[in-house]
């Protein structure tokens, strides 16, 4: 099974600041299949990011995916008061599919 | 609108028998797979298993296999996920997701059915 280890657990920032979300995987993914979803409190999952790079349709292009093989970033260039969320990464091509811990993004 | 809407939240005792469902709205239900995933009080997701509502095959994750039945009956465009005897360590709140393929991840989200076993 592969596992996702997400860091920071927690990110404060002001508005505006840039944050920047890492997913290391324990084995490297075959052709980066790796999705980034955002998660509100009583909110279903959004799909932000998926191929590690390329953004779902409607997604602001502050958010940006990167990243190969075992390591991968999110980046949101400039955070809003609406990004405050749970930010979880996905891989899935390697059964059994698995998701990391998440990172909470907080507005200071 | 295309959505996946669950049932309702449940609160039941050990020992008892649940069936949670998932209705598709607005796409051709038989053209996607629905997956189930948990995610435990303050824990992470967890992948459960994935049906293709067109011929019910379904597949589990190895953690599940045994644990949880997931079906569909495309005539009326839900899928489903049941337990015969819960235990308090199905507390969870449960999503279900649409998947097309295997190269792209799920898509569209359910709004989640919170699921409370205790006695």
Same mark, same amino acid.
């Given at each position: ?55 779902? !349709? ?16 999110? !980046? ?21 599919? !698995? ?10 | ?5 669950? &049932? ?15 209705? #598709? ?8 797979? +629905? ?6 009080? #303050? ?5 459960? #298993? +994935?049906?293709?509502?067109?011929? /019910? ?8 296999? #045994?644990?949880?039945? +997931? &079906? ?12 015969? /005897?819960?235990?308090? /360590? ?30």
């Amino acid at each position: 099974e592969i596992v996702l280890t997400q860091s920071p657990g927690t990110l404060s920032l002001s508005p505006g600041e840039r944050a920047t979300l890492s997913c290391r995987a324990s084995q490297s993914l075959s052709a980066n299949y790796l999705a980034w979803y955002q998660h509100k409190p009583g909110r279903s999952p959004r799909l932000l990011i998926h191929g590690a790079s390329r953004r779902a !349709t409607g997604i602001p292009d502050r958010f940006t995916g990167s990243g190969s093989g075992t390591d991968f970033t999110l !980046t949101i260039s400039r955070v809003e008061p609406e990004d405050i969320a749970v930010y979880f990464c996905h891989q899935y091509n390697n059964s059994p599919l !698995t998701f990391g811990g998440g990172t909470t993004v907080e507005i200071k | 609108e295309v959505q996946l809407v669950q &049932s309702g939240a449940e609160l039941k005792k050990p020992g008892e028998s649940l069936k949670i469902s998932c209705k #598709g709205f607005g796409y051709r239900f038989t053209s996607y797979w +629905i997956a189930w995933v948990r995610q435990m009080p #303050g824990r992470g997701l967890e992948w459960m #298993g +994935i049906i293709y509502p067109h011929d /019910s095959d379904a597949k589990y994750s190895p953690s599940f296999q #045994g644990q949880v039945t +997931i &079906s569909a009956d495309k005539s009326i465009d839900t899928v489903y996920l049941q337990w015969t /005897s819960l235990q308090a /360590s199905d507390t969870a709140m449960y999503y279900c997701a649409r998947r097309e393929v295997d190269w792209e991840p799920p898509e569209l989200w359910g709004q989640g059915t919170l699921v409370t076993v205790s006695s």
